[in-house]
C-alpha cells in the first residue's frame, strides 16, 4: 500500500504564498499521475492541479496563473507553490497519486490551508 505524505500546510494572510509538498512511499507504474485536491469545509472535493509523469499539467480555472504544480519522480515528490493566496482558498488539500486507469489510486490524509486576515 502506498503511503502518501502532505506537509507544508498553514495559517498565511491574503496575498501571501505557501508551498506544500507531497512524497509517496514508493513508484507505482512509470506513466502516473500527481495532483493536488481540496475540499472546504460543506462543500466537494475539488481538483486543484495534476502533473503527470511526463510532466504536462492540469490547472483548475479558480487557480491558474497562481499555483505551479512540479515534481521530482526521483523522489517521488509532488510540490504546490501557491501564491497569492485568497481566503477562498482555504481547504484541507489532498495529494494524489494514481496510474492512468485509477486502477492504482492513492490519497494522502491531507494539510490544512487557512487564508484570513
Known amino acids: 500500500q502506498v503511503q502518501l505524505v502532505e506537509s507544508g500546510g498553514g495559517s498565511v494572510q491574503p496575498g501571501g504564498s505557501l508551498r506544500l509538498s507531497c512524497t509517496a512511499s514508493?513508484?507505482?507504474?512509470?506513466?502516473?499521475?500527481m495532483g493536488w485536491y481540496r475540499q472546504a469545509p460543506g462543500k466537494e472535493r475539488e481538483l486543484v492541479a495534476t502533473?503527470?509523469?511526463?510532466?504536462?499539467?492540469n490547472y483548475s480555472d479558480s487557480v491558474k496563473g497562481r499555483f505551479t504544480i512540479s515534481r521530482d519522480s526521483a523522489k517521488n515528490t509532488a510540490y504546490l507553490q501557491m501564491n497569492s493566496l485568497k481566503p477562498e482558498d482555504t481547504a484541507r488539500y489532498y495529494c494524489?497519486?494514481?496510474?492512468?486507469?485509477?486502477?492504482?489510486?492513492?490519497w494522502g490524509k491531507g494539510t490544512l490551508v487557512a487564508v484570513s486576515s
Open positions: 494524489n497519486y494514481r496510474d492512468l486507469s485509477y486502477t492504482l489510486n492513492y
Open positions: 514508493e513508484s507505482i507504474r512509470s506513466i502516473n499521475v
Open positions: 502533473i503527470t509523469s511526463g510532466s504536462t499539467t
